[in-house]
Structures are given as structure tokens and as C-alpha cells.
């Protein structure tokens, strides 16, 4: 991720991508099967919020009963 990118409240689709360390095509079927951040299209991009993001994965962390376990 470029610097002007990290100090951006908004995120790309690929810049998404290389956060998760993860492919833009996953991130992609995320988003269609509602499972991902959310996020709005803006012209042809989509576009995630930072806070959106951070409180997406806070989410998954406390939903994810054996990481729980294991941070125990």
C-alpha cells in the first residue's frame, strides 16, 4: 500500500486486496456474497471505508471461536 493510500480514509477494491493479503477477485466475491466489508460503488470503483474495514474485522475476530480459545 502507498503511503497517500495508508493516511486515506478510503480504500480501493485492490488496495483492500493487499491489505488482507488476498487477491482483488476475492475481495470481489466477498463483496457479491454480502460476506465481506461494506462498502459503495463510486462510478465503476468500489470503495471501502477504513473504519468500515477495521470494524468488519473486529467482527470475524470475535466471532472466531478457536482464535478465541487460543488468545486464552
Known amino acids: 500500500m502507498s503511503a497517500q493510500t495508508a493516511d486515506s480514509p478510503l480504500l ?3 488496495d483492500l486486496a493487499e491489505f488482507l493479503k488476498t ?3 476475492a ?3 466477498l463483496r457479491h ?3 465481506g466489508p461494506q462498502g ?3 462510478g465503476r470503483n468500489v470503495l471501502y471505508r ?3 474495514v477495521e470494524a468488519w474485522l473486529r467482527a470475524k475476530e470475535a466471532g472466531d471461536r478457536l482464535g478465541q480459545r ?3
Do not use: S
Open 12 to 14: 480501493t477494491t485492490k
Open 70 to 72: 487460543a488468545a486464552a
Open 33 to 35: 456474497r454480502g460476506l
Open 40 to 42: 459503495f460503488r463510486r
Open 27 to 29: 475481495v470481489n466475491i
Open 50 to 52: 477504513r473504519e468500515a
Open 23 to 25: 487477491t482483488p477477485n
